[in-house]
């Protein structure tokens, strides 16, 4: 079974920077894709960055997109999300989750939660201004 460990989060003062990792096992496939969502209290879940293994593509939501990097180290099975410039809006438990296809199989990732059948724990992050 697939599992996610994020691990990463902590408290920053707004400007600063954090780097989270997910750390990912029990893939079946090659062919998968992996995001990260976050979700503030009171509000709802946002998928804010994914990344595909078959070709490395990515997406970044608008909201983020500057400050916030995707990356993959496939030798590790390792996602990392790179937060420059915290906000105090950035503030919320980050979540990493995947989804793992057949081999073979083109996968494209999708911000979206129900595309994806694998959740990890989550991350804290807080920023103060």
């Known amino acids: 079974e697939v599992q996610l460990q994020a691990s990463g989060g902590g408290l920053v003062q707004a400007g600063g920077s954090l780097r989270l990792s997910c750390a990912a096992s029990?893939?079946?496939?090659?062919?998968?894709?992996i995001a990260w969502f976050r979700q503030a209290p009171g509000k709802e879940s946002q998928g804010v960055s994914c990344?595909?293994?078959?070709?490395?593509?990515?997406y970044t939501a608008d909201s983020v997109k500057g400050r916030f990097t995707i990356s993959r180290n496939a030798a590790k099975n390792t996602v990392y999300l790179e937060i420059n410039s915290l906000k105090p809006e950035d503030t919320a438990v980050y979540y990493c989750?995947?989804?793992?296809?057949?081999?073979?199989?083109?996968?494209?990732?999708?911000?979206?939660?129900?595309?994806?059948?694998?959740w990890g724990r989550g991350t804290q992050v807080t920023v103060s201004s």
């Open positions: 989750a995947a989804e793992q296809r057949a081999p073979g199989t083109t996968v494209r990732c999708h911000p979206v939660g129900s595309f994806y059948d694998y």
């Open positions: 029990g893939f079946t496939s090659d062919d998968y894709a």
């Open positions: 990344i595909s293994s078959n070709d490395g593509s990515t």
